[in-house]
């Protein structure tokens, strides 16, 4: 299935191609993909420790979080149709999906 060319996507397109030409220095693209790691680390324990704190929301709140990520899945699958073997665009996506899944295991394994 062929998307349409929009002026939106072209301008995303050309942010994650300025991206992947920014970081193609490998100390460059490693920092910034712990950066992502951990501020979705950071998120991840705080959905935890807001959802624990209210004991009311806790549905709604994993609800929003396989939400979140079922939705980085899809993109990822969008983003293999490309034929680039290193795209910064899937490590970004694959960093953020990461570092949200293990803040919340360790916020639960906080109350084990």
Same mark, same amino acid.
């Given at each position: 299935?062929?998307?349409?060319?929009?002026?939106?996507?072209?301008?995303?397109?050309?942010?994650?191609?300025?991206?992947?030409?920014?970081?193609?220095?490998?100390?460059?693209?490693?920092?910034?993909?712990?950066?992502?790691?951990?501020?979705?680390?950071?998120?991840? /324990? =705080? %959905?935890?420790?807001?959802?624990?704190?209210?004991?009311? @929301?806790?549905? &709604?709140?994993?609800? !929003?979080?396989?939400?979140?990520?079922?939705?980085?899945?899809?993109?990822?699958?969008?983003?293999?149709?490309?034929?680039?073997? /290193? =795209? %910064?665009?899937?490590?970004?996506?694959?960093?953020?999906? @990461?570092?949200? &899944?293990?803040?919340? !295991?360790?916020?639960?394994?906080?109350?084990?």
């Amino acid at each position: 299935m062929k998307y349409q060319q929009t002026a939106f996507s072209r301008n995303i397109l050309n942010i994650i191609n300025r991206l992947d030409i920014w970081s193609s220095n490998p100390w460059r693209k490693y920092s910034l993909l712990i950066i992502i790691f951990l501020f979705a680390f950071f998120l991840g /324990s =705080s %959905i935890g420790m807001i959802n624990g704190a209210l004991s009311l @929301m806790d549905p &709604v709140g994993a609800f !929003f979080t396989v939400i979140l990520i079922e939705i980085f899945i899809r993109f990822r699958k969008l983003d293999g149709n490309t034929k680039e073997v /290193s =795209s %910064i665009s899937r490590s970004i996506m694959d960093s953020f999906r @990461m570092g949200l &899944v293990y803040g919340l !295991f360790m916020e639960g394994f906080k109350l084990l």
